[in-house]
């Protein structure tokens, strides 16, 4: 009730001389335009995003301790690298991608799911099957290997959306037999992919 009242918001500047803060909720997104969709999942999400935000911002921390310490050059390498290393890992996942990997923890929104080298993917609770799921942890374990359809890809922030839903032979077969949904998984991809 309180958060409806007090939206959580991510501090990106302050201003003392002219009193001015300046917030942001576009950050806390897990996808872009979530905010829009559906406010409650950027909240439930607010701590891990406000986390990999910071995470960015000692990145730049560290790149002009860099560039004071060093040669400006050494600086703009260091840029270059960790922008490539950024790109590369989201580079391979397009959407339609028919992928595996390990629920590593769920949330009551959805589940982050390993996809290796790096990558961890979400996957809205809405994507999990056509039927209502109301508990994540009723159909998901963490620890499990799964496949997953890749929805898409943010390259810019390096994250990919997945759903098990579209890989449903029957609506709701994720609730009743997984093994079904994974058994038929490229079959359904391959339908997938061709209405895209």
């Known amino acids: 009730m309180l958060q409806k009242l007090c939206p959580q918001v991510l501090v990106l500047s302050v201003d003392e ?44 921390l560290e790149m002009e301790t860099i560039a004071n310490g060093k040669s400006e050059l050494a600086a703009k390498r260091h840029k270059r690298e960790m922008e490539r290393v950024a790109a590369i890992r989201v580079q391979g996942y397009k959407r339609g991608d028919l992928v595996e990997g390990t629920i590593q923890y769920l949330r009551p929104y959805g ?12 996957m809205h609770i809405s994507q999990i099957s056509h039927e209502r799921v109301f508990n994540v942890e009723n159909v998901l374990r963490p620890g499990d290997q799964i496949k997953v359809l890749v929805l898409g890809v943010d390259e810019e922030r390096g994250r990919v959306t997945l759903s098990t839903k579209k890989l449903e032979p029957l609506p709701g077969d994720m ?9 038929n998984a490229e079959e359904m991809a391959e339908l997938y992919r061709k209405k895209l």
């Open 17 to 60: 001389e002219r009193g001015h803060v300046t917030l942001s909720t576009q950050k806390l997104e897990p996808t872009p335009g979530d905010m829009l969709k559906n406010p409650q999942i950027v909240y439930e999400n607010a701590e891990e995003m406000a986390e990999l935000y910071r995470s960015k911002i000692r990145m730049q």
């Open 111 to 122: 589940a982050f799911i390993d996809l290796g080298n790096g990558i961890i993917g979400l």
């Open 175 to 183: 609730l009743k037999n997984p093994q079904i949904v994974y058994e």
